[in-house]
């Protein structure tokens, strides 16, 4: 076998062509990753994100300089998408807050830290936390404390309100509002076993 014998893939089957007869390799591909513009390479990170969920400004940011992408280029970019709707703090803030008290049962200090970690801007946070109904926060906090006594029929008292009180401080409801309805369902469960 003479040593111009063709290269084959791993399988030794496929095209049968000499190394040195390849003239395309990745960086003379055009659309490969060596020869797209900063620009393209920005949108293209965006997009991609954009797709599995909504995001804040910050995290796109963060996103983008963790790419190693100019922060010229990063702030052209999201320039960009904010104008033309596609990034909006405000609307991705209020979804925030419904999905997630709805969906996961957060209260407003968890949303608050939530969305501060996500860099969005305090006077955001605090406008999309306005929107949130004070009586389906209560509400919300009593579906979770009575799908948690299910669980706690066989415990005393004082364990009992402990586990809930920390449960509802976890999710990140207020104080006042856990002890009022922790103390309202743990009395109203009392009521319905004396009633048997």
Same mark, same amino acid.
């Given at each position: 076998m003479s040593s111009e014998a063709p290269r084959r893939g791993r399988s030794g089957r496929g095209r049968s062509t000499p190394a040195a007869d390849t003239p395309d390799t990745a960086q003379d #591909?055009?659309? +490969? %990753?060596?020869? *797209?513009?900063? $620009? +393209?390479?920005? &949108? /293209? =990170?965006v997009y991609r994100l954009l797709a599995v969920r909504a995001r804040s400004e910050a995290e796109l940011r963060q996103a983008l300089l963790r790419k190693d992408i100019e922060e010229d280029v990063?702030? %052209?970019t999201l320039r960009k998408f904010v104008d033309?709707?596609? =990034? *909006? *703090?405000? $609307?991705?803030? $209020? +979804?925030? =807050? !419904? #999905?997630? !008290?709805?969906?996961?049962g957060l209260g407003r200090k968890a949303l608050r830290f939530e969305l501060r970690r996500k860099g969005v801007d305090d006077t955001v946070v605090t406008e999309a936390l306005s929107g949130m109904d004070e009586d389906a926060e209560s509400e919300r906090a009593r579906e979770? =404390?009575? &799908?948690?006594?299910r669980t706690l029929s066989f415990v005393d /008292? !004082?364990? @009992? &309100?402990? &586990?809930?009180?920390?449960?509802?401080?976890? @999710?990140g409801y207020g104080e006042g509002l856990s002890f009022r309805v922790v103390r309202e369902e743990v009395e109203r469960e009392q009521c319905g076993e004396d009633d048997l």
């Open positions: #591909q055009p659309g +490969s %990753a060596t020869t *797209d513009s900063p $620009e +393209s390479r920005a &949108r /293209d =990170v990063v702030d %052209a033309a709707g596609l =990034v *909006d *703090d405000a $609307e991705f803030a $209020e +979804s925030w =807050v !419904h #999905q997630r !008290h709805q969906y996961q979770l =404390v009575r &799908r948690k006594l /008292d !004082h364990v @009992k &309100r402990r &586990r809930l009180l920390g449960m509802l401080a976890r @999710k």
